[in-house]
């Protein structure tokens, strides 16, 4: 099927969200996050590119910026997934995609919607249980409202979200650390999109294996056995509780039971 057309903003405005390929992590420790950030800002020097909302998280990035015109979020977002995964490979030594497809972005359409999602990017590490609250979160551009140490002063312009509050800088950065905890039902684009996990229970790799466990185990067969005919029902219904129960590739479930990607795309 052909690619839809991204649909152009109004505003201008674009909530952008690329994520790992396999929703592995990508951006994995201290340097990898701080490559990228050093990349987000020189590419950003060649477009009128202005950021209002910044979150990197292990395997994906959030991104609230305005692009106009709309061709130049497409030519950004292209020279930075290219750029980092150059990086990427060259660190550790491999070939291959390191994103998911191409980025990924939905246009705002207005004030509420724009407040809503500089929230909701900021409440991300909340959300997935890493932090407690947005400001204990280093990687994301809440600090650079509320501080001088954020991570993002050279990429992330505070007033046209400060001002909507107020035009007095502390009552604006009070009702803006308000608006950030309030609790609220806001619903835009995430990697739950590619893959929700709503309704999983297996959410991990250590989880598939401790399921494949406890199923060999009632079957009273071992792993082996599932390669011999007389168990290929069996595996069949493995497969599918596996995709089931998971986001697991079809590559991931292969390598779990130890059979080739034939062999599960057959059976699913």
Known sequence: MPRKPRLPSESGIYHIM????????IFRDDEDKSVLINILHQKRMKTNTAFSAICIMNNHLHLLGKFDPLSDLSTYMNKVNTSYASYYNK?????????QGRYKSEAIKNEQQFLACVRYIHNNPVKA???????EYRWSSFTDYTSISGMFHDLVDTQPVLSIFSLKNETALKEFKQHSSN?????????????STINKSILTCSQANQFLLDFLHQMKLDLTDLHKFEHIKKRKHLIHQLKEKSNLSIRQIAELLNINKNSVTKAL
């Open 18 to 25: 690329t994520r790992g390929n396999e929703q592995k992590d």
């Open 91 to 99: 660190k550790f030594m491999r070939i291959g995609h390191v994103f």
């Open 129 to 135: 249980k890493i932090v407690q609250k947005p400001g």
């Open 183 to 195: 609790k609220n039902l806001d619903t835009f684009m995430d990697c739950q999109e590619i893959g």
